[in-house]
């Protein structure tokens, strides 16, 4: 993994939870992005960025995505920021120096992100960066199931990392499977590609 900082200053391992799964009429409500950068020639997790953010008015926050992240419309109100405030935060991070976003299912982030930008922000951000899905890894490494708690089991990271459906913990745990499948076997800049092209 310290081969990847001879190019990128951070390793950004983003995630989101949305209202559902169209980014061109969902919305994301959770943002998460843990930043990871080389101390002592080593991989470390240096900041996690994790905010919940305010729907769009008229926009509601369906049961069912209650039921599994476990946030609430009450939360939004209480604890979200502005949207616009997000994607400035997205964009400073993503902006900070050379980044390489990486993501469990990276179509699915990028897009939802690439229409909170647009909505709200500025959308040229992803184009200043490259991208790494772990879940297309872990396709190629593994057979099914191939969802985010597989890769954690199939890792032996059960004690360590959790797929909670909270951004922040499923952020966590892509870090702590692509280390684990960099040591397995260390190719993982193969999969890495200009961020636009998975949107």
Request: proline share 5%; net charge negative.
């Amino acid at each position: 993994m310290e081969r990847l900082f001879t190019t990128y200053d951070t390793i950004l391992v983003v995630d989101t939870e949305t209202t559902g799964l169209r980014p061109h009429l969902d919305h994301v409500v959770e943002l998460a992005a843990v930043a990871v950068t080389a101390r002592d020639g080593k991989p470390a997790v240096t900041s996690v960025y994790d905010q919940l953010l305010r729907l769009p008015d008229g926009c509601a926050l369906p049961w069912f995505i209650t039921k599994l992240t476990g946030i609430t419309e009450s939360m939004l109100i209480r604890e979200g920021i502005d949207r616009a405030r997000g994607c400035d935060d997205f964009a400073a991070m993503v902006r900070s120096g050379r980044t390489l976003l990486a993501a469990y299912n990276a179509p699915f982030d990028l897009r939802f992100l690439q229409s909170l930008l647009r909505g709200y922000g500025d959308e040229t951000v992803l184009a200043q960066a490259d991208a790494l899905d772990v879940l297309q890894v872990f396709r190629r490494r593994r057979p099914k199931p191939h969802k985010l708690c597989h890769a954690i089991t199939a890792y032996g990271l059960d004690d360590f990392a959790c797929n909670s459906h909270r951004a922040s913990d499923d952020a966590l745990a892509t870090w702590m499977v692509l280390e684990a499948m960099d040591r397995e076997c260390p190719d993982v800049e193969r999969y890495i590609r200009p961020a636009v092209q998975f949107l």
